[in-house]
């Protein structure tokens, strides 16, 4: 569907509208030419058509006859014209509502986007944030269990000192994190 500027709707209503004062124009000629003609032939007691100039009259009579047919095919001619550009109008009318229709639609679906957005970032972010949480709390499980396990050893190394074994010595791993308590013996 075509866009159609508001300027040209504004200039075929203009020309519409000279077009209707044209067509009232002919149509008071046409009215003042018959009421003209019939007082000529009906309404004048003293107009005697003469008999020695009845082709004078006949051809102004068939003149008037011709004009009046030119007249109304004019008519004829400008109510199409009117008849066709009502018909553009009525489509245009109807194109603009629809464009502004569909404008207010468009609208409607570029502020709700932001929302749209949000909530399948949302859902598509839960299960990670799911994940991170699981792997932090097995993250300070482990630490938790490497710390006891360092601690048993690092007592079973003290008691067995003697026995000459050597067993690594690891670093202990200092968590503030940690609410897990260590064992005192093991």
Do not use: W
Not at 50 to 79: G, I, N
Not at 104 to 125: A, G, S, T
């Amino acid at each position: 569907m075509s866009q159609i500027d508001p300027p040209n709707i504004q200039a075929l209503s203009t020309e519409i509208s000279q077009l209707r004062q044209e067509l009232q124009l002919r149509d008071q000629l046409v009215q003042q030419l018959s009421q003209e003609l019939f007082r000529l032939v009906k309404g004048n007691t003293n107009f005697m058509p003469q008999r020695s100039e009845p082709e004078r009259d006949l051809s102004q009579l068939h003149a008037l006859r011709e004009q009046l047919q030119a007249v109304e095919q004019q008519v004829t001619f400008y109510q199409e014209q009117i008849t066709a550009r009502d018909a553009e109008i009525y489509q245009l009318r109807q194109s603009v509502q629809e464009l502004t229709d569909r404008s207010r639609m468009l609208e409607q679906v570029v502020q709700e986007l932001p929302q749209i957005y949000r909530r399948k970032f949302e859902e598509r972010m839960a299960p990670v944030r799911e994940k991170v949480t699981m792997l932090q709390r097995e993250n300070r499980q482990l630490q938790a269990e490497l710390q006891s396990v360092s601690y048993r050893l690092a007592v079973k190394n003290r008691h067995t000192t003697h026995s000459g074994i050597d067993l690594p010595n690891f670093p202990r791993v200092a968590t503030g994190q940690s609410n897990i308590s260590t064992p005192q013996n093991a």
